[in-house]
């Protein structure tokens, strides 16, 4: 069975206190993992596509890796206002169901003054 | 902007009633979604189209109903078969090429009066 697991459920930091978040999964045939942003009350925002194992994107204080289990969302020197719950998903693998997604639980960062 | 619509941003339900959830797309996608959020559970597909006039199950379809008459709308039904409504509920599109992310609006908080 397909399945994304996120951890930790929840992370408080402190201001400049670097971390990171793990997204382990377990597809056949990965065919892309997914990190979003999603704020109280709102939809997810999309942050990153990776495709392939050793594969690596950056965005302003965020850095997410690819590797053959599992993804990771380094936060460099978080600020307050990267406060927000992250989520991963990965496509199923195959041709068909086409860009179905499957989501892990999510996890909860604070980032405090 | 390009962007996914929703109304309302918070519904009520009355036992045994109907109540249909709206979703408007302007990013020209053929693909668009509904999942379900609840507390502590990662998003759940509810429903998926990849083309107008089709659309397929997701992996809690039972109490709910969709149609996909224009690529720009893609409604939902929460009928009274649906015993328990209450959640937030997310719409999604993508172009319907692999890896494309999808994009969310912001999501409708269903509750039972």
């Known amino acids: 069975e397909d399945q994304v697991t996120q951890s930790p459920e929840a992370l408080r930091l402190q201001e400049g206190e670097s971390s990171s978040l793990n997204c382990s999964y377990t597809?056949?045939?990965?065919?892309?993992l997914f990190w979003y942003r999603q704020d109280p009350g709102k939809g997810p925002e999309f942050l990153f596509t990776?495709?392939?194992a050793g594969e690596e994107k950056e965005k302003e204080r965020l850095k997410a890796t690819l590797t053959k289990k599992e993804s990771f969302l380094h936060i460099t020197a978080p600020k307050p206002e990267d406060s927000a719950t992250y989520l991963c998903?990965?496509?199923?693998?195959?041709?068909?169901?086409?860009?179905?997604?499957?989501f892990g639980t999510g996890t909860q960062l604070k980032v405090e003054l | 902007d390009g962007g996914i619509t929703q109304s309302p941003k918070y519904l009520f339900r009355k036992e045994g009633q109907n109540v249909t959830l709206s979703c408007e797309q302007n990013?020209?996608?053929?693909?668009m979604y509904w999942y379900r959020q609840d507390p502590g559970q990662g998003l759940r597909l509810i429903y998926y189209s990849q083309i107008v006039n089709d659309f397929q199950k997701g992996d809690i379809a039972e109490g709910y109903s969709v149609s996909r008459e224009k690529k720009e709308s893609f409604p939902l039904t929460v009928t009274s078969a649906q015993k328990n409504p209450t959640a937030f509920y997310l719409c999604a599109s993508s172009p319907r090429q692999v890896y494309q992310p999808q994009h969310f609006g912001d999501g409708t908080r269903l509750s039972i009066l």
């Open positions: 990013l020209n996608h053929d693909a």
């Open positions: 990776l495709y392939s």
């Open positions: 597809v056949s045939g990965l065919r892309g």
């Open positions: 998903a990965v496509r199923l693998g195959g041709e068909g169901g086409g860009n179905k997604l499957t």
